[in-house]
Each structure stands twice: as structure tokens, then as C-alpha cells.
């Protein structure tokens, strides 16, 4: 199975510090992908990041990829409460696979 | 920016009741998918479709599910005889290719089995 592993599962921030989550996978990917979902709601793309790729940047976002330890991680810069939602990220060969999540909560 | 419609967004249904969820993927892509969230749980994979046949089902995808691509827009999930635990969210989404790019997805049909 690829499929993704994340952590932490629960995350609690104030609004103005780093969020880092991180997801760990098993075999040889295409690509990586993280989405963001609020509850009850639908998968919002955030980033794509290509397994020959090792950093990406977005706005206040930073994915990195390391294919040798098979992870990944999502750095959300400065958070805003409006960040609270929860975090998948999901391993593309000829279809995603998508990991536990986390949740995250920014406080105000 | 073009976006992936479902149809419709919450729907109760009997036990035992065929079911049809609606899908508009992105008009120039090829590949669809359906997914599927059960409450509190992950996202999970159902099928994949491509060339108006499934690429790939997973063992969730059994012979109560079927999909189909009755015309150039719509892309559409039937579960035959609906039972309490395929109660969840279900997501359609849509790439243009199956490597390389960005899987988009819609917001979701809840299907409540009571």
C-alpha cells in the first residue's frame, strides 16, 4: 500500500505561528498533493509537488519532498484562525491515495 | 476558475433504494474519479474512469456501484441497493491526465442510508 501516513493527527496553534504537518508514504509516487478540507466540505487543492521536485512554495505555504525517506511536509506560514481545517496529503501514481489528515486548529 | 459540480449536495435515501449521484467534471479532462469519506474517516478511493471505461475500481467498488458517462458532460455513481454503511461523502473529481497533474475535486454529495 502507498498509502499516506500523517502527523501529527491533531495540531494546535495560535494565529500567528507555523503549523508544520508531515505524511510519509510507501512506494514510488508521481507526484504528491495536499488538500485542505473544512468540515463537512469538499477538497480544496493547495499544492502539487512532482517527485523530481524537492521544495515548492505558495503564498504562505512550503511543501518539501524527500523521496529517499518517502515524506513530505506542509509548512503553513503565520496561520490565521481561517486556516482551521483539516490536512490530507495524497500520493499520485494513476490515482490518489490519500492519507489519515491532520486537523488543525488556529486560535485567535 | 473551472471547477467540478456534484448533484445534489445532500440527499436520505431508504435502505435498499437505488441511488444515482451526478457529477459535471472539467470540461477538457479525461479522467475521472469517485471517492468516498465516511464521517471522521479518510478519503477514500472507489474508481477510476477513462475512455468511457473503469481504469481501476478498488474492493469497495463491488457489484452494487456502477458508473457511467451518459453524455459529453455528466459522469455519474449508482449504487443499486443502497445499505446503512454506505452512508458517507461522496467526491467526483477530474484531471487531465493520469501522472502528471492536478486531481480536482467537487464538494461532495452526502448520501445519508437510513
Request: glycine share 6%; net charge negative; aromatic share 10%.
Amino acid at each position: 500500500s502507498q498509502q499516506g501516513e500523517e502527523d501529527p493527527q491533531a495540531l494546535s496553534i495560535q494565529e500567528g505561528e507555523n503549523a508544520t504537518m508531515n505524511c510519509s508514504y510507501k512506494t514510488s509516487i508521481n507526484n504528491l498533493q495536499w488538500y485542505r478540507q473544512n468540515s463537512g466540505r469538499g477538497l480544496v487543492h493547495l499544492i502539487l509537488i512532482r517527485s523530481n521536485e524537492r521544495e515548492k512554495h505558495s503564498g504562505r505555504l512550503r511543501v518539501t519532498l524527500d523521496t529517499s525517506k518517502k515524506s513530505s511536509s506542509l509548512l503553513i506560514t503565520a496561520s490565521r484562525a481561517a486556516d482551521t481545517a483539516s490536512y490530507f496529503c495524497a500520493t499520485a501514481t494513476d490515482k490518489l491515495i490519500f492519507g489519515t489528515g491532520t486537523r488543525l486548529q488556529v486560535f485567535p | 476558475e473551472p471547477e467540478v459540480t456534484q448533484t445534489p449536495s445532500h440527499q436520505v435515501t431508504q435502505m435498499g433504494q437505488e441511488v444515482i449521484l451526478r457529477c459535471v467534471p472539467i470540461s477538457n479532462h479525461l479522467y475521472f474519479y469517485w471517492y468516498r469519506q465516511i464521517l471522521g474517516q479518510k478519503v477514500e478511493f472507489l474508481v477510476s474512469f477513462y475512455n468511457n471505461e473503469i481504469s481501476e475500481k478498488s474492493e469497495i467498488f463491488d457489484d452494487q456501484f456502477s458508473v457511467e458517462r451518459p453524455d459529453g458532460s455528466n459522469f455519474t455513481l449508482k449504487i443499486r441497493s443502497t445499505k446503512l454503511e454506505d452512508s458517507a461523502m461522496y467526491f467526483c473529481a477530474s484531471s487531465e491526465d493520469l501522472s502528471g497533474n492536478t486531481i480536482y475535486f467537487g464538494e461532495g454529495s452526502w448520501l445519508t442510508v437510513v
